[in-house]
Structure formats: C-alpha cells, structure tokens
C-alpha cells in the first residue's frame, strides 16, 4: 500500500503556516535532500490556496529554466506529478495546470475515505503538501504514515501541526541530519499505541 509522506519545513515550536515570515534560507545540500525525498512520490495533496502558489511558480520556472540545477529537478517533478487540490465547495475555479484534478470533500470524514481509497491505488508514494488547514486535517485523522520535518532554529507564533489530534501521538525516529543553515531534518514514522500506564510523577521515570 502507499504511503502518505508529511514532509515539510517547521519551526522549533511546530510552526506550519506563513513559511516566507520565518524561513531564512534553504542550503544546497538541504535542497538536494529534499528533492530526494521527493524522487519517492508520484502524488501531491494541496488545498487551493497553496495549490495557486505552486501554479503560479513551477510551470514558469520550468520554462524559464530558473534557479539552480535542483531547482529544475523539482519543477520537473512539480510539473509532471499528479496534483490533487481538496476543496470544502469546488466552487472556485483552479488555475490550469498539468495533471491536475480537483478533489471535493465536504467533511473529514469524507476525506479520509477518498485518502484511504487512493493509499490503495497502485503507485509511488503521496506527498501532504500544504495548506496548514489540510494538513491539520489529515493529521488529525491518523493517515499519515511517515514524518520528515526540516526544523528551523527559531520560534514563531502560528498554527502548529497537531493542534487538531484528538489524543496523544508516539512517534519513533527513523533518521536525523544537520545542515549548515542550523537547520535540523528528524525523519518519524508513527509508533503503535501504547498502553503503559501512566507514572504516579515524573521522578518515577528515574528511578
């Protein structure tokens, strides 16, 4: 089955929205890491906002062959992957772009059961892009199957990622790297409820 992959910039206090007030620079090394990553995927889930964002840029930068050579490498990706673009109404018009559709769920509920559906369909792995209301959203409701966080080293007041889980989430670390912009990659995959009781305090632990 595939994978739902949350793979996205945050800050030390799990910041998700507004990325352009607190990210201060993405390195070289960094950006390779994060387009091998994205090699894995064949499958980006974006709400509409977001989704206008990437089509007003890849497609150009495509074109114009702008940026460094990783660039191209991910607009080439951008362009070429299937893009499915969640919306509450479908009432507002998309812009055109490659291999794009469309995806209308009226309540949580029914995106969980069309996330479900396509984990099933054959094919690469499927990226949780943005917008921060989405990816709440699917985090909430328990679809996401692997964690790769690029963590900034700073603090900034917005919407964390899980603000929404209705309970409490163990994660086990697969993997970490540094980069020279301070920035730290923690790559999780959920971890089997546990139901070990609860200590008395927090000394118990050390004992």
Do not use: C
């Amino acid at each position: 089955m595939r994978k739902i992959v949350l793979q996205m910039m945050t800050t030390l206090n799990g910041r998700l929205d507004d990325p352009a007030a607190w990210v201060h620079d993405v390195v070289d090394d960094q950006y390779r890491e994060i387009d091998r990553i994205y090699s894995t995927y064949d499958t980006v889930l974006v709400g509409r906002t977001t989704y206008e964002e990437m089509a007003a840029y890849w497609p150009r930068a495509l074109a114009e062959h702008e940026g460094t050579e990783t660039n191209q490498v991910m607009a080439e990706r951008m362009n070429t992957y299937r893009k499915l673009v969640f919306s509450r109404s479908g009432n507002t018009p998309l812009t055109e772009w490659a291999n794009t559709e469309q995806v209308v769920v009226a309540a949580d509920s029914d995106l969980a059961t069309y996330l479900e559906k396509l984990k099933a369909e054959p094919g690469k792995d499927i990226h949780l892009s943005g917008g921060s209301s989405l990816a709440r959203s699917v985090v909430a409701a328990g679809l996401v199957d692997e964690f790769y966080f690029f963590v900034y080293p700073v603090v900034s007041p917005g919407a964390p990622w899980f603000s929404e889980i209705p309970d409490q989430r163990r994660l086990q670390l697969v993997g970490s790297e540094s980069f020279g912009n301070g920035v730290v990659e923690v790559h999780y995959v959920p971890r089997e409820h546990d139901d070990a009781p609860r200590p008395e305090s927090f000394t118990d632990l050390l004992a």
